[in-house]
Structure formats: structure tokens, C-alpha cells
């Protein structure tokens, strides 16, 4: 008697796949990863073609899947020096190109270090996973998380990190940005990296005949679309003005002193008569002390009775031994000034870490940085006649915590400084308003984003734009605001999403490798 066996179909996928070999050639891989490294900036704004990153993510993943850590590194140092170089640009635009593209640089070799855990996650589960499911679900989650946990630990070392350009952040125009509101930016990421990750599995592992294997990256992408903003609950409106001088406020701009000042004042004066319950000056609007000058005291004093309404301006202010860069309530009848530090100075923009160091390497370049800003620890909140506002100068937009704890002490607005003008002519600008906008639909709360140079705005709680100052322009605004309470899921979750993606990954990653050994 004869026994005969049969293999089930290639295309079953009830069965295990075991796609051990790299999806490209080496040199394939490395020109792939280049192109959509540059594809992934497309995603953001100037160009904001959102759909650009989920086609630039599957790429990048077909690009690494299955190679060693070598070649892991070496394909992801590619995508992410396309990526930072093109997306940082904006960083030489005056200091040259070393600024630019020292960050770029340090970013891509983060970012390649990174991509080692991702390799190692396809490697193990190839050789472990078994199951109707395991490749298409389980790996392409796995990957999500870890691509995740690298976006966390960019944002938060070294020297604070620099959240600038999560995946989650090139979405601020797109149909899944709502869904920020429950997850956070770093929840959008994990779903974008997961769906591109199911995307390219499926396609990695051979199942292309069969459609059901498409099916995790489908539910998510539906989820995603079908997911509203949580709502948070209408609690007035108050009338905000806001200027945007267009001063000289770049590090090269030939200013005499109390330029800005007189810039901000002048953009001031068609604002004065008509009724508003702030005014707000961006970051830097006011180019001396007034906790310290009294000559700058007593111009905001008598701005603020000409106006009738407080004052919200920043300057640098200095305090003992320490100089910060504060944001200050300057109210009309001479009453306490409320202040808020900035959380986060720029790194080689505001301070110098390890100046010794940098001293050596670039001293021309370190030597214009004269200040050393010290972090703020208050609160990011004010009392505006009792309207609770959520506060962050310019650079503390992108740190989730600072939007975070505004909103848990207490904020129904943001009312947000920056200084783009060193940036002039770029789409820097434009990046940080979609920041803006990201933060008004992640807590569900207005937003006024005020820049010295522009681009400036006002953002309902939707993310709906109310109104807008084009760059280099000087003009002022008074915007009918809607204020809301009540906290979205991002917000009270905070650092517990990261944390718990984080955990998640690292223990399937570890979970995979005892397999292996085993």
C-alpha cells in the first residue's frame, strides 16, 4: 500500500510562513529606503501630503525586514538621513550647515540604532512564531510598538530629546487625526507604524493572492477613520487679541534696543478701543527685563490701561542667579504678575550642554549662544479672571507632558509664544502650527499660536482653523475663542500609552529572543 501526503496550498494561510530572506537586495534596499526617507518630509507640512507616510513606512519596513543588524542599521541610517536632512533644513537656514546637519546626523544614527530591535523582532519570530495568525497580527503589532518605543526614547535623550518628527505629527491634516484624542501622538504612531507593518508582512511573506490576509491593517485603518474626537464640554467664550509684530527677532536681525518692543507696540495700536479679555505677544516680543527695567514696566503698564485688558508677553527675566525665558500675565491695574519658564530651552539654541565640550569643536558657532536659559519648573497654567490657560513658549509645544499638565491644572485654552525668526523663509513655521493644530484636537481645547515673524493662528477645538496672520507680516487679530473643559483619554492616560507600548514591545521582544535560545 502506498501512503501519499499533500502540502497545503502556498496561498493557505491557516498555515505558518517562514519568510527568512530579506524582501530587497541590499542595494535595492539602501536606494528604496533613500526614496522614501525623503517621502516621508513630503508627509509633513510645507507639502503636508499626509498619505505619503503610511506609503514611505512600508517601504522602509520592506527595506529592513529579515536582515541582520548590520545591514539593519545600514538601511535605516539611509531612510533616516534622507528623512532628517530633508525635513531639518530649516535648521542652516541662517547658522549654516552644521547645526543642521549635526542634528540630522545625530537623529539618523538614533533612529538607524533603533531599527536593530525591529530586525531582531522579524528575525526571532520567523524562526518561532507558528499559527494561522502569528505574522500577519502578532509581528506587525510587535514592529508597531518598537517603532514606537524609538520614537519615545529620540523625544527624551539626549539633552531632552527632540519629539520634533513622530510619525503621529505628519497626520495634522489627515481624516485620523481625531483619533489623537484618545491615543495621543503616540498611540497615531503605533497604529500608522502597525498598519504599514501589516501591509508590508503581508506582502513580505508571499500572501498577495489572499486578500484576507490584509485583514489587521484594514481594521485599524477603518477604526482610525471611524474614530471621533472625544468631546469635551463647552464652557463659554472669551475675546483674545493677538499680535504678530514682525520684528527683528532672528539672532542676526539688526536691532537697537527695544526694537521688538516698538514693533509689537506699533502692531498693537489698530487692536486699541475694541473690546478683548487678553492681548497676547509671541515669544520674545519683549526685548528686555520688565521684572528688572522699569522703564519696560511702565510701557507695558501703560499698554495694558490703553487696551483695557491684561497683557500675556514673554521675555527673558532673570531671577537671582538663573536667567529664564518667561512668559508673564502683565495685568492692567498693577496687580501680581503671573509668570511661566519655559519647560524646555533649546538645546544649542538657548543653552549649551557640556559647553566644554562643543567649545572645542565649534567655537565660533558656540560662542554666539551668550545666555544659558535654566528649565522652568512651575506650572504651565494661568488664571485669566478666572478662565483657567494652558501655556507653552515655542520649542515646549512638541513635549507632550507641558500640553498635558496645562490641561490637568486646569486650562479651557491655549494660548501658545513662539519665535520663528530665525527661521524665516522656511516651512519651519509651518511644521510647529501643525503641532498647534495637533494639541487643540489631542486635548479638545482652542489654541492661539502667536509667532514673532508668522505664521500665526487660531484653532478651535476641532482643529478647525478660526484665523491666521501669513509670515512676515505684521498685524493683530481679536478672535472670539470657545472655551471647553473635561479631559480627553490622551490627556488623562499621559505617559501610560508610552509606557505601556514600550513595556509591551520590549517583553514580546524579549519573549521571542528565550524562544530562540530555547
Not at 303 to 330: C, D, F, I, K, M
Not at 459 to 477: K, Q, Y
Not at 479 to 504: D, E, H, K, S, Y
Request: hydrophobic share 45%; charged share 10%.
Amino acid at each position: 500500500m502506498t501512503i501519499t501526503t499533500t502540502s497545503p496550498p502556498a496561498d493557505d494561510i491557516s498555515q505558518p510562513a517562514q519568510p527568512a530572506r530579506p524582501a530587497l537586495p541590499l542595494g535595492w534596499a539602501i536606494v528604496t529606503s533613500a526614496l522614501a526617507g525623503v517621502g516621508l518630509d513630503a508627509a509633513f507640512p510645507e507639502l503636508g501630503w499626509w498619505p505619503i507616510a503610511f506609503v514611505s513606512v512600508t517601504l522602509a519596513l520592506l527595506a529592513l525586514a529579515g536582515r541582520k543588524s548590520g545591514g539593519a542599521f545600514l538601511v535605516a541610517l539611509v531612510y533616516g538621513g534622507a528623512f532628517f536632512v530633508a525635513h531639518l533644513s530649516w535648521a542652516g537656514r541662517f547658522l549654516g550647515p552644521l547645526p543642521w546637519l549635526g542634528l540630522a546626523g545625530l537623529q539618523a544614527l538614533l533612529f538607524a540604532a533603533g531599527a536593530i530591535p525591529i530586525a531582531l523582532a522579524y528575525r526571532w519570530s520567523t524562526r518561532t512564531l507558528r499559527g494561522k495568525w502569528g505574522q500577519l497580527v502578532i509581528v506587525p503589532l510587535l514592529v508597531g510598538g518598537l517603532w514606537t518605543l524609538r520614537e519615545s526614547i529620540m523625544g527624551s535623550w539626549p539633552y531632552g530629546g527632540f519629539p520634533w518628527a513622530r510619525l503621529g505629527m505628519s497626520q495634522a491634516g489627515s481624516p485620523f487625526a481625531e483619533a489623537v484624542s484618545w491615543v495621543g501622538v503616540t498611540g497615531l504612531s503605533f497604529l500608522i507604524a502597525a498598519v504599514c507593518a501589516g501591509i508590508a508582512q503581508w506582502w513580505r511573506i508571499g500572501r498577495r493572492r489572499d486578500w484576507r490576509g490584509l485583514v489587521m491593517p484594514a481594521a485599524v485603518t477603518a477604526l482610525l477613520l471611524v474614530t471621533p474626537q472625544f468631546p469635551t464640554t463647552p464652557a463659554g467664550e472669551v475675546t483674545v487679541g493677538w499680535v504678530q509684530g514682525n520684528g527683528p527677532a532672528g539672532y542676526f536681525d539688526a536691532a537697537a534696543p527695544g526694537a521688538m518692543l516698538t514693533a509689537q507696540t506699533a502692531a498693537t495700536m489698530p487692536l486699541i478701543g475694541q473690546p478683548m479679555d487678553v492681548l497676547v505677544w509671541p515669544e520674545g516680543g519683549v526685548d528686555s527685563d520688565p521684572l528688572n527695567n522699569l522703564g519696560t514696566s511702565r510701557a507695558l503698564d501703560e499698554l495694558s490701561h490703553q487696551v483695557s485688558a491684561p497683557l500675556l508677553v514673554n521675555a527673558a527675566t532673570r531671577r537671582g542667579e538663573n536667567t529664564y525665558n518667561t512668559s508673564l500675565l502683565w495685568p492692567p491695574t498693577g496687580g501680581e504678575v503671573q509668570l511661566f519658564d519655559k519647560a524646555n530651552p533649546v538645546p544649542f539654541g538657548e543653552y549649551v550642554p557640556d559647553r566644554w565640550l562643543y567649545q572645542r569643536i565649534a567655537p565660533d558657532l558656540i560662542g554666539l549662544i551668550g545666555r544659558e536659559y535654566t528649565p522652568g519648573t512651575n506650572s504651565p497654567h494661568i488664571n485669566l479672571n478666572g478662565v483657567g490657560v494652558g501655556l507653552a513658549i515655542c520649542f515646549d509645544v512638541i513635549f507632550d507632558d507641558v500640553i498635558w499638565q496645562g490641561a490637568q491644572d486646569g486650562a479651557q485654552l491655549y494660548l501658545l509664544q513662539s519665535n520663528n525668526g530665525d527661521f524665516r523663509g522656511t516651512d519651519e513655521n509651518l511644521q510647529q502650527a501643525a503641532f498647534a493644530r495637533m494639541r487643540a484636537i489631542e486635548t479638545g481645547r482652542s489654541v492661539v499660536n502667536v509667532s514673532t515673524t508668522g505664521t500665526s493662528q487660531a484653532f478651535a477645538p476641532d482643529g478647525t482653523l478660526l484665523d491666521d496672520l501669513p509670515a512676515d507680516t505684521a498685524g493683530a487679530r481679536v478672535t472670539t475663542i470657545p472655551l471647553r473643559t473635561g479631559l480627553t483619554p490622551a490627556v488623562t492616560l499621559g505617559t501610560w500609552t508610552a509606557g505601556l507600548l514600550a513595556a509591551t514591545s520590549l517583553l514580546g521582544l524579549l519573549l521571542l529572543g528565550f524562544a530562540v535560545r530555547r
